[in-house]
């Protein structure tokens, strides 16, 4: 089946510094990729998706100048978190979209924010 | 919008039981329905899908069928394993949406004990 990864899986950072996470289709082409966070016990939210080669579409309450998502290819896309903050922690999955109606989705990445 | 709706966990079962979660969902067009599976610390991985009415995805011992009458999908086991203990995310996805776009319920945590 279609592999996605993230990278890194885990990450600890500062409070004001930013993080990138990507995510890779490794055997597929994906002309779009999801972002989603999933809190503790909870279920994912979307946060954007992304279309290669042109801008993210956000979802309602989403801070784009906070989330900056970059589709640049169409085997990659990038999450980064600006100025992070320890609200920011969360487990962060992308997923690429391969038919219609269905994506794969990578394993995931913890980012702590201290 | 669209909606699932799933059964609240957490659902703790010995093995060999038979399982079931409920889903059900609230969508305007006609969607395709999955069960999606999450282990501890890894994302998730499709389990199985139904794309219209009446259809009865499976895997893995896994079934569910699409009821468009009840809009229901609920999944069933009829005999768990201690491997089968998972986090269970129901979810929908619309044809005319971007390529994969889903709504998730909230997840049914799975416990079974030997």
Request: glycine letters at 8%.
């Amino acid at each position: 089946g279609a592999v996605v990864s993230q990278h890194p899986s885990r990450v600890i950072c500062k409070s004001g510094t930013s993080v990138k996470i990507e995510c890779r289709s490794l055997d597929f082409q994906a002309t779009t990729m999801f972002w989603y966070r999933q809190f503790p016990k909870k279920s994912l939210m979307l946060m954007a998706t992304s279309n290669e080669g042109s801008k993210a579409t956000y979802e309602q309450g989403v801070e784009k100048d906070k989330f900056l998502i970059n589709h640049a290819s169409l085997t990659l896309s990038t999450l980064t978190v600006t100025s992070a903050h320890p609200e920011d922690s969360s487990f962060y999955i992308c997923s690429a979209g391969v038919l219609m109606y269905e994506q794969y989705f990578g394993p995931g990445t913890r980012l702590t924010v201290t | 919008g669209n909606s699932v709706t799933q059964m609240e966990g957490p659902v703790t079962l010995s093995e060999e039981a038979f399982l079931t979660i409920n889903c059900t969902y609230t969508a305007t067009g006609y969607p395709s329905l999955f069960w999606y599976v999450q282990y501890p610390g890894e994302g998730l991985q499709l389990l199985l899908k139904a794309t219209k009415a009446d259809d009865k995805g499976s895997n893995k011992g896994f079934e569910a069928t699409y009821r468009k009458e009840t809009t229901s999908f609920h999944l069933e086991k009829g005999s768990v394993q201690v491997s089968d203990s998972a986090v269970y995310f129901c979810a929908l996805s619309e044809g005319n949406t971007n390529a994969g776009k889903s709504t998730f319920g909230d997840g049914t945590t799975l416990t079974v004990k030997p």
